[in-house]
């Protein structure tokens, strides 16, 4: 019984066992680092639960980025906007710019742990990166790609004039308008997408 127990707390991260020495429980911050894996990933619901959490954790970056960015912080973001421009051009899907700026953003705030959980996370959190990258997109996907770049800007232009509750808006705006894209996906492919929510975008579900 006692060895099935600490199993059971040990799968759970709540002890761990020094070979020689015992079993002692982990401390507040001594457990493994939080990371999201691809398999966490594989669904329709796990993006748009996804989205949730970067809708919490980034719309308040956009604003602590607003107030704290630096003139060396806008350049490395609009760099990154460039970059995504000349890929989409280019006829990719632009998912390293695009998450590149995002972890630019979260650089901003001058605060590593945004920085740090964003980086955890990896490219995976962007949407399109469940996609085959070497599909070249048709016009009509040339013009979502567009229109994210255009919701990018909104935020830019939001934090190089430290407008904090801009720049909060225009990320939730952005974020939201890509769960509900993910969303009406999920319904159309029969997958249940988790709590509904107010519809903030027009876009086509298949995007």
């Not at 906007?81 to 995002?102: K, S, W």
């Not at 740090?116 to 790609?145: F, N, V």
Request: aromatic content about 4%; glycine content about 6%.
């Amino acid at each position: 019984m006692v060895r099935e127990a600490l199993s059971k707390l040990q799968a759970s991260g709540l002890v761990e066992t020094r070979h020689g020495v015992g079993t002692f429980v982990v401390g507040m911050g001594d457990g493994s680092a939080f990371r999201i894996a691809p398999e966490q990933l594989a669904t329709l619901r796990d993006v748009v639960a996804m989205l949730e959490l970067r809708i919490g954790v980034e719309t308040e970056a956009a604003g602590l980025a607003a107030q704290r960015r630096t003139a060396e912080n806008l350049v490395v973001m609009r760099d990154a906007l460039d970059a995504f421009t000349h890929a989409v051009e280019a006829g990719r899907d632009a998912v390293g710019a695009d998450f590149q700026f995002h972890c630019e953003i979260t650089r901003a705030t001058q605060n590593p742990h945004f920085a740090s959980l964003m980086a955890s996370l990896g490219t995976m959190i962007i949407p399109r990166a469940r996609l085959d990258p070497s599909r070249p997109p048709d016009e009509e996907r040339l013009a979502y790609l567009r229109r994210v770049n255009a919701e990018h800007l909104s935020i830019l232009d939001a934090i190089e004039s430290q407008d904090v509750e801009a720049a909060r808006a225009a990320m939730r705006t952005h974020l939201a308008n890509s769960r509900q894209r993910r969303r009406r996906a999920a319904a159309l492919s029969g997958e249940k997408p988790g709590p509904a929510a107010p519809a903030l975008s027009s876009d086509r579900p298949d995007l």
